[in-house]
Structures are given as structure tokens and as C-alpha cells.
């Protein structure tokens, strides 16, 4: 049968469907709007409620210890894809499992005494990838989608490119200064999100000799798992935990 004949009976067959959909949505009852107590608890109806939350919020706040001393250690948690966005979905969820609405669950590090947002984002596209974001997180520049600590201005692909544009990263101005430094990654450590912490490269897959093209080799670039193992700076990362396949 023909493209055109089976498409010619398929036309009937939707139109029934969608006069179908009208009809039965005609015909449906419009639910009613929520009674009040399902809506809220009688408590959070009451306006008075919501001001002695913020006063309660705002004392507790102004009422925590101010710490004056150097921070002893430093640890860095980054959840990958982790936006607003995310964590609103996985606040309301956690509420609504606990048997709540979910808005007004608080997850357990929107708890901590101290929080902050960062912005990162590629410069040369609206939709990120991890490797330009952690990058940025790990040097202070902004970066394009696909490059491991390297500026901008760094060609994909191109290993002279790269290497004219390296950045210091966090870990290595940690280790210039004698501290002990690691990464732990439920990832592969050579993937884009604990490579950027250590390696630099002109293209995020350059993760072993074997991914390196033949145009870019005996150039001065070294695969990620390379830097990984022969990073020169200080002592080199003193604790290096990775999961994912090999």
C-alpha cells in the first residue's frame, strides 16, 4: 500500500479520535475547586502564621556565630545538572513522600547556615555542558562547551590552541601552596566533571592516549588520564576515587 493511501486512512480514523476527545471532555464534570483544608492547614491560612515564620527565620539567622577563623579544609560538592530548577522538583517530591504538599519542605543542605547561588553557563551556547560548567567553577573563566580548563578564546579540538590558553585551576593553586588536594566522582575520574579540577584540554573526549587524533599528537597535549597520573604541581592530588565504567 502507498504512503498516501495508508495516510488517506488514517485521516477518518483521527478525526473520530479527536471528536471523540471533545466529546468526552464535553461531557466530563468539571472538578470542583479544593476545600480550604485540603488546600492548607488551618494554621498557614492565617496570615499572623506567615509573619512569625519570617521573624522566626530572621532571629534565627542574625543569631548564628559569625566564624572568624581560616577554614581548616574545603570540600566541594557539585551535583551535575544540579539547577533551580532540579532541586525545586526534588524538594516537592521529598515533601510530598513525607506525606506534605512539598513546597515548604526544606531539603538538608537548604539548611546549612551559609548559602549562596552561582550562575555558570558556556559562552558560546545557551544549553551548557558539564565541562565547560565545571571549568568555570574550577578557574573563575568562563568557557565553551566541550573545553576543560582552557579560556575562550581556545579552538575544539586544536592542541596548540589549548595549551595557549591554559587556566589555573583550583586544585593546582591549592597544591602550589602545600595544601592536600583530592577528587571523588561517581564518575569516571576522566570524565568532563573531576577532569576539569585537574587537566586541561582543548576537547572534553580526549580522556586517553587512544582518543587523541592522529593530526593533534606530538604536539605538547596530554590525555586527561595522563595529567591525571603525572600532574606536576605540588605533590600531585594526594586522594584520586572514581566510579563509572572504565
Not at 537548604?110 to 559562552?123: A, G
Not at 565545571?134 to 586544536?158: E, N, Q
Not at 583530592?182 to 570524565?191: D, E, F, I, P
Request: hydrophobic share 40%; glycine share 10%.
Amino acid at each position: 500500500m502507498h504512503a498516501l493511501s495508508r495516510f488517506s486512512l488514517v485521516l477518518p480514523l483521527l478525526a473520530a479520535i479527536a471528536l471523540g476527545a471533545v466529546s468526552a471532555c464535553a461531557q466530563t464534570p468539571q472538578a470542583s475547586e479544593p476545600a480550604a483544608s485540603e488546600r492548607a492547614s488551618a494554621e498557614d491560612e492565617r496570615p499572623e502564621y506567615w509573619r512569625a515564620l519570617g521573624q522566626q527565620s530572621l532571629a534565627a539567622a542574625l543569631a548564628r556565630p559569625r566564624y572568624e577563623s581560616a577554614a581548616r579544609g574545603i570540600i566541594l560538592f557539585v551535583g551535575d545538572g544540579m539547577g533551580v530548577s532540579t532541586i525545586t522538583a526534588a524538594r516537592i517530591y521529598a515533601g510530598q513522600v513525607e506525606g506534605g504538599r512539598g513546597e515548604e519542605t526544606s531539603l538538608g543542605f537548604e539548611q546549612f547556615p551559609y548559602t549562596s547561588l552561582i550562575k555558570t553557563y558556556n559562552v558560546n551556547q545557551q544549553t551548557p555542558d558539564s565541562a565547560g560548567t565545571m571549568s568555570a567553577m574550577m578557574t573563575g573563566v568562563k568557557t565553551d562547551s566541550g573545553l576543560l580548563s582552557v579560556g575562550p578564546a581556545t579552538v575544539r579540538m586544536d592542541c596548540e590552541s589549548g595549551l595557549a590558553n591554559t587556566v589555573p585551576t583550583l586544585m593546582e593553586q591549592l597544591e602550589a601552596a602545600g595544601w592536600s588536594t583530592g577528587v571523588v566522582s561517581t564518575a569516571r575520574l576522566t570524565h568532563a566533571t573531576p577532569a576539569a579540577a585537574y587537566g586541561h584540554a582543548p576537547e572534553r573526549g580526549w580522556e586517553d592516549d587512544s582518543a587523541l587524533p592522529k593530526s593533534e599528537r606530538g604536539k605538547g597535549c596530554k590525555d586527561l588520564a595522563l595529567q591525571l597520573v603525572e600532574m606536576s604541581i605540588g605533590d600531585g592530588l594526594e586522594v584520586a576515587l572514581g566510579g563509572g565504567p572504565t
